[in-house]
T-cell receptor, first 114, second 113 residues
Framework: GAGVSQSPSNKVTEKGKDVELRCDPI?????LYWYRQSLGQGLEFLIY????????KSGLPSDRFSAERTGGSVSTLTIQRTQQEDSAVYLC????????????FGEGSWLTVV | AQSVTQPDIHITVSEGASLELRCNYS??????LFWYVQSPGQGLQLLLK??????LVQGIKGFEAEFKRSQSSFNLRKPSVHWSDAAEYFC???????????FGTGTRLTIIP
């Protein structure tokens, strides 16, 4: 596709369930990022991939959060045992070679934990 | 570690009036600076970026920003706003060799007729 694609666009889950959020970056982009946007915390960096490796995982808030990237393309962000404070918009972004190249963001996955 | 402050949470401007959104950063070396816009239900779109060179940067949609090292600022300006500019605006900073963006808390822009 032309842009960064994320799915699902909306997800409502019960507290304690696991969720998976998917990101399809722009074709050919080697760098991939996950950010979280919430009312109380603004935009927070979660993790950065260069190819399939993650040189910077410093933003993952707890060990309930994990992410992987396969084939240098699709990435999955997994949240285990979801809590209400995990409710947020999860944004994926990609770029050619950071930071000198433009980082393109997807429209996000809205996660609501009830 | 770098940080960004956007002092104005919400700004209201009349259509056709000029606009300036403030951004102050904290970083020890020369930063990479960005302005992004987010319209309701949309992802973030890059308006402009500064890496080096000319401190006045032109972006899309008629926006410009000026890097002032002495003031640690990177304010966004537009000479005449349009109703379609109503959105949330985020300033961000990145450090050389560190690929993550640190965002400010955003400024919500409302345009009135």
């Amino acid at each position: 596709g032309a842009g960064v694609s994320q799915s699902p666009s909306n997800k409502v889950t019960e507290k304690g369930k696991d969720v998976e959020l998917r990101c399809d970056p722009i074709s050919g982009h080697t760098a991939l990022y996950w950010y979280r946007q919430s009312l109380g915390q603004g935009l927070e960096f979660l993790i950065y991939f260069q190819g399939n490796s993650a040189p910077d995982k410093s933003g993952l808030p707890s060990d309930r959060f994990s992410a992987e990237r396969t084939g240098g393309s699709v990435s999955t962000l997994t949240i285990q045992r979801t809590q209400q404070e995990d409710s947020a918009v999860y944004l994926c972004a990609s770029s050619l070679s950071p930071p000198l190249n433009t980082i393109y963001f997807g429209e996000g996955s809205w996660l609501t934990v009830v | 570690a770098q940080s960004v402050t956007q002092p104005d949470i919400h700004i209201t401007v009349s259509e056709g009036a000029s606009l300036e959104l403030r951004c102050n950063y904290s970083y020890g070396a020369t930063p990479y600076l960005f302005w992004y816009v987010q319209s309701p239900g949309q992802g973030l779109q890059l308006l402009l970026k500064y890496f080096s060179g000319d401190t006045l940067v032109q972006g899309i949609k008629g926006f410009e920003a000026e890097f002032k090292r002495s003031q640690s600022s990177f304010n966004l300006r537009k000479p005449s706003v349009h109703w379609s500019d109503a959105a949330e605006y985020f300033c961000a900073v990145a450090a050389f060799g560190n690929e993550k963006l640190t965002f400010g808390t955003g400024t919500r822009l409302t345009i009135i007729p």
